[in-house]
């Protein structure tokens, strides 16, 4: 696994910045945001560097760019289940926090924080449903409301990188799972979009009694996380291990 603070598509100009004093400096946020806007379009993810920049806008919070946050935390969806969305988040201001916040408040906040506020949430809503494996659900909260389309629109491949995610945590649980289920879990519509999909993408087999998802079975091939194995333990008891009560039992009370 590579390290945290490693990536191997960051252009040489932000490894400068990151391993340099430039890191604290207002100045490069303006490069950051441009990189995040090119990991956006060329579907690349360097966790590190948008946290130096989350980093940043603490430090100097009047340069907060909302669509870039936003999108930071978009991208860190697409990697789940990381801890990239988390930290993220642990980064933004409180008032942006997922929890529930008094009325005044929130009538204190300016329209433009407001909105801030809701779309982060509403990105976070996203995050629970992912890391709780409520899929179905996820889906159908993505598509529920066209806020969600414009929180992801910049992130180029945002519904097949999640897919594939999806499908990354189901091939560690299952050995074998029905069609009609896992259509609903990867927003798929029809069995051969779903074939296509679980064969050339994945690498798994499917097997079709019928012409119905519920009569179709995909086989996922058995790898070190699905795979059932028995755990034997044995233990190693000596006398010397008694040593201590054994001599107590031998003590004159006081």
């Not at 598509?9 to 910045?17: A, C, E, K, Q, W």
């Not at 690349?44 to 340069?63: E, G, I, V």
């Not at 408040?105 to 809503?125: G, N």
């Given at each position: 696994m590579a390290a945290f603070d490693k990536c191997k598509?960051?252009?040489?100009?932000?490894?400068?910045?990151l391993n340099g004093l430039d890191r604290y400096n207002p100045e490069t946020t303006a490069v950051f945001q441009d990189y995040i806007a090119q990991q956006c379009e060329d579907r690349?993810?360097?966790?590190?560097?948008?946290?130096?920049?989350?980093?940043?806008?603490?430090?100097?919070?009047?340069?907060l760019h909302a669509e870039t946050v936003t999108n930071i935390l978009a991208k860190a969806l697409t990697v789940f289940p990381s801890a990239a969305f988390s930290l993220a988040l642990a980064l933004l201001p409180p008032y942006t926090q997922p929890f529930t916040q008094s009325s005044s408040?929130?009538?204190?906040?300016?329209?433009?924080?407001?909105?801030?506020?809701?779309?982060?949430?509403?990105?976070?809503?996203l995050s629970t449903l992912l890391e709780s494996a409520q899929y179905a659900l996820f889906w159908s909260t993505l598509n529920s409301d066209d806020l969600y389309a414009d929180l992801t629109a910049d992130v180029a491949g945002f519904?097949?990188?999640?897919?594939?995610r999806i499908a990354a945590e189901v091939g560690k649980t299952f050995r074998e799972i029905n069609a009609d289920v896992l259509l609903h879990w990867l927003d798929m519509q029809g069995l051969d979009v779903l074939q296509k999909f679980v064969v050339d993408v994945c690498g798994w087999e499917v097997e079709r009694a019928g012409n119905e998802a519920k009569d179709v079975v995909v086989r996922v091939p058995r790898n070190k996380e699905n795979e059932a194995r028995g755990e034997i333990k044995g233990e190693k008891v000596g006398i010397?291990?008694?040593?201590?009560?054994?001599?107590?039992?031998?003590?004159q009370p006081a």
């Open positions: 598509t960051r252009p040489s100009h932000i490894d400068v910045i690349t993810f360097d966790c590190y560097a948008n946290l130096a920049l989350l980093k940043l806008y603490q430090f100097n919070p009047h340069l408040t929130q009538q204190q906040l300016p329209m433009q924080t407001s909105d801030f506020v809701e779309s982060v949430q509403k990105l976070a809503r519904e097949e990188l999640v897919r594939v010397e291990m008694f040593g201590r009560v054994v001599r107590r039992g031998f003590e």
